[in-house]
């Protein structure tokens, strides 16, 4: 079967791995991406990884940053040309990038699906209400990364197939075990991330700031807050025990996993977001490294036994929590051990390909 997939999220490298192994099963596989995509950690240019088996193909693309309205320039020529059974939208239908791609799927014929990880149930004025409605009406089928998310397209009224499957998948080879020991390596907290309000990084710090011993907390992203967690730090008297890495390659990340003793997410819900899935917790789970992470949406059902799960907003819990695992190597063990299984039992890369190849044989069938 041939398909057209549709990703701004392919420009990591690391995520190209399901693209091989889509491929590997029986798919003729075109990936339409941009050269980069802008979001509030600055700009993130396309990584040439995985290319196996598949053409990766790129378009210049209008608007880029506008979740809400960027388009691709000469998809409709590429789609053509292309031919694809299948169009695959790793976008959300209320976005102009989906809109697009269904008028030049619907031109050639082609099935189409889209890809949401929208887990909260919103109304939006036109015309992204009407583009999403028109969407919801046409489209062949939904893959959703969460139960909620699908959750959110039925209570919206689809009634045609909604498959619930994570986005991408966790190299398990990429991502695995240290070789070596931590040694004398302080006890060291990680969060890998956006430095936004709504990831409750300054929780973190305010809970890191109540451990005692030696510890140190590496951040790596980038954001709107990272001069004030700055500050903040300086305020708590614990900027000597931070660093701060800017955004790296994804090639880069599976070392940084090597380099701490716990990953903490410690996401807040708010009105118009709550956590989708928690990449780097699954990342950190097949590295072998404990996790803790806020009850805020996706994060316990993707933790499950692999890690420690602290009501949002708490502080003193998460602090509570970090110095559990601060003080207790076997606890850390075990929770890594566990992590692990977890994450090689439901997050491959291998695991998502394998499903989502499924899908396209369903809407080849009907």
């Known amino acids: 079967m041939r398909v057209l997939m549709i990703s701004k999220a392919l420009v990591v490298g690391i995520y190209q791995r399901k693209l091989e192994e889509i491929a590997r099963l029986n798919v003729e596989l075109l990936a339409v991406v ?43 020529d590429v789609m053509r040309r292309f031919q694809p059974e299948i169009v695959h939208i790793d976008e959300e239908p209320y976005n102009l990038a989906t809109w697009q791609a269904m008028f030049e799927a619907k031109h050639c014929r082609a099935k189409t699906l889209f890809f949401s990880w929208q887990n909260i149930l919103r109304r939006y004025p036109p015309p992204f209400g009407w583009g999403e409605a028109w969407v919801l009406h046409k489209v062949d089928h939904v893959i959703a990364g969460t139960e909620s998310a699908a959750e959110v397209w039925r209570e919206k009224g689809y009634r045609r197939g909604i498959t619930v499957i ?38 973190l710090l305010d809970a890191a700031a109540r451990l005692t011993g030696n510890w140190r907390l590496l951040l790596v992203g980038g954001g709107p807050m990272q001069a004030a967690l700055m500050e903040r730090a300086a305020r708590l008297g614990i900027e000597q025990r931070l660093s701060f890495m800017p955004q790296v390659a994804s090639m880069q990340m599976p070392a940084l996993y090597h380099r701490i003793d716990v990953l903490a997410l410690p996401s807040l819900t708010r009105r118009n977001w709550k956590e989708q899935f928690g990449r780097v917790l699954v990342e950190a789970m097949m590295s072998s490294v404990a996790v803790v992470g806020s009850d805020s949406a996706a994060i316990p059902g993707v933790v499950g036994d692999g890690g420690l799960i602290v009501p949002e907003g708490d502080v003193a819990a998460l602090a509570d929590a970090l110095e559990r695992l601060q003080q207790n190597a076997d606890l850390r063990q075990s929770l890594a051990a566990k992590g692990r299984a977890r994450a ?23």
Do not use: C
């Open 34 to 76: 941009p050269s980069s995509w802008r979001d509030e950690r600055g700009d993130s240019p396309l990584e040439r990884v995985y290319t196996n088996g598949y053409e990766l193909k790129v378009l210049p693309l209008v608007n880029n940053g506008d979740f809400h309205l960027h388009f691709y320039r000469g998809l409709g």
């Open 166 to 203: 994570p986005q991408f998948g966790t190299d398990a080879a990429l991502f695995h075990p240290p070789v070596d020991q931590a040694g004398d390596r302080p006890f060291t907290i990680g969060y890998f991330g956006r430095l936004v309000e709504e990831k409750g990084v300054h929780l």
């Open 344 to 366: 090689l039992a439901h997050f491959t890369q291998k695991q998502v390909a394998a499903s989502t190849v499924k899908v396209y044989q369903v809407l080849m069938m009907g």
